[in-house]
């Protein structure tokens, strides 16, 4: 009788996980909400042509040093929750890329992404490492916006807002001056 009750219980709280996913019910479980994205971002990618998504292609450095760990989880992190939310509205590419790899020649090449070095400090002693932490984005065609190295203290998901609502923007106003 107990093993019907605990098989019972499992299919329940199996169900119960099956029904979650299928629903689209997401959750920020950090205490700290690294991964929760605001109204104001959810607006802008709810406003977003379904027509012509929005592609976001990170170029990321696979391990980064201490001071760059956070700055690295909260850019993947909000990536995932971006694409989730834009539910076919955005499309996330995230490359694993190192130095001197096709990766990093990619990165240069298609948009100016280049490693940035940065001194990795431990007990015995600090080496500099090249490090890669940058996203191009962009929409139908048009001209990618490009955040070519996330710094630590950037504001991870303005910056991400920032790049969507330029690759996102189809009439962008142009300026002209007369002389």
């Known amino acids: 009788r107990l ?3 605990g098989a019972a219980l499992a299919a329940i709280g199996r169900g119960g996980v099956v029904f979650i ?3 689209g019910v997401r959750a920020d479980a950090t ?3 690294l991964w929760s994205i605001s109204p104001q971002t959810r607006e802008l990618v709810a406003k977003l042509d379904p027509a012509r998504p929005v592609v976001m292609h990170a170029y990321v450095s696979p391990v980064v040093p201490p001071q760059m760990v956070q700055t690295r989880e909260t850019l993947l992190g909000l990536l995932r929750e971006l ?3 834009g539910r076919g ?3 996330v590419q995230i490359t694993t890329t190192e130095p001197n790899t096709e990766q990093s020649r990619d990165a240069d090449r298609a948009y100016g992404i280049k ?3 940065m001194v990795t400090e431990e007990r015995a002693g600090g080496w500099v490492q090249e ?3 940058g996203l191009a984005v962009s929409a139908g065609g048009t001209e990618a916006s490009v955040v070519p190295f996330f710094s630590p203290g950037l504001p991870v998901e303005y910056e991400l807002a920032r790049s969507i609502r330029a ?3 189809e009439s962008k106003k142009k300026i002209g001056i007369v002389d």
Do not use: D, Q, S
Request: proline share 8%.
């Open 21 to 23: 996913e299928r629903a």
């Open 31 to 33: 205490a700290e909400r």
């Open 131 to 133: 490090i890669f932490l």
């Open 115 to 117: 490693g940035r070095p």
């Open 89 to 91: 509205r955005i499309a």
């Open 3 to 5: 093993p019907v009750r």
């Open 167 to 169: 690759a996102g923007n």
């Open 83 to 85: 694409e989730a939310i």
